[in-house]
């Protein structure tokens, strides 16, 4: 069973505008952690945002910011004001433990396209 | 400058010749782990470790090995590379607990024939 889904393959905004990428995790444990990383076309990985389980308030990092609904299970990435920049691959992840110890697993990712 | 370094960055080879992919971290990291990319599939984690030797398997380890003999280095070993291992690899490396976020290499892009 898929444990981070992104229903979005692909979503287009305008510049300026404000865009929400989906994130719905599954997990049975209390405590994880949710992160949004970015992916250019340039190819590296560029950590943006993090949520943990316990955290009241929803995470905040500049125009980056995250919609937690625990009950509910999303964490959605909303980016304010879009730049051309801003066109990438986004990836949503989740941290949990696990026998071993913790584990990292990413969604299959939505692809942003700002347009000008 | 805290980063973690993978080598080679790109690599073509055959069918059953074993590979080495490299990584390093210089930021004393006990977590490290290695991710495949394919479109369409987003990352996934081959192995990962907690800290000096101890490694565990993650979701696709089948045709991969590991070793963390010392903290900074954790090696991606391919015996017998095969063409459906063609495809991104990612290193990537954390504090030990559950709120850090990952530190990734740039990227290895293999290829087999």
């Known amino acids: 069973a898929q444990k981070i889904t992104q229903t979005q393959p692909g979503m287009f905004v305008q510049e300026k505008e404000a865009v929400t990428l989906d994130c719905t995790y599954d997990?049975?444990?209390?405590?994880?952690?949710l992160f949004w990383y970015k992916q250019p076309s340039s190819g590296e990985m560029i950590f943006l945002i993090y949520q943990g389980s316990y955290d009241e308030q929803n995470a905040t990092e500049g125009r980056y910011s995250l919609n937690f609904q625990k009950a509910r299970k999303s964490a959605n990435l909303v980016i304010s004001a879009s730049q051309l920049g801003d066109s990438a691959m986004y990836f949503c992840a989740m941290r949990e433990r696990n026998t071993g110890g913790f584990k990292t697993i990413f969604g299959a990712g939505t692809r942003l396209f700002v347009k000008a | 400058e805290a980063q973690v370094t993978q080598n080679p960055r790109y690599l073509i080879t055959v069918t059953g010749k074993k590979l080495t992919v490299t990584c390093s971290q210089n930021?004393?990291?006990?977590?490290m782990s290695w991710y495949r990319q394919d479109p369409g599939l987003g990352l996934r984690q081959i192995y990962y470790s907690m800290n000096v030797e101890v490694t565990d398997k993650g979701d696709v380890p089948e045709g991969y090995k590991v070793s963390r003999k010392e903290k900074r280095n954790f090696p991606l070993i391919l015996e017998s590379p095969s063409p459906n291992q063609t495809s991104l690899y990612f290193c990537?490396?954390?504090?030990?607990?559950?709120?850090?976020?990952?530190?990734f290499g740039e990227g290895s892009r293999l290829t087999v024939l």
């Open positions: 990537a490396s954390s504090l030990g607990r559950n709120t850090g976020e990952l530190f």
């Open positions: 997990t049975s444990d209390q405590s994880y952690g």
């Open positions: 930021m004393n990291h006990e977590y």
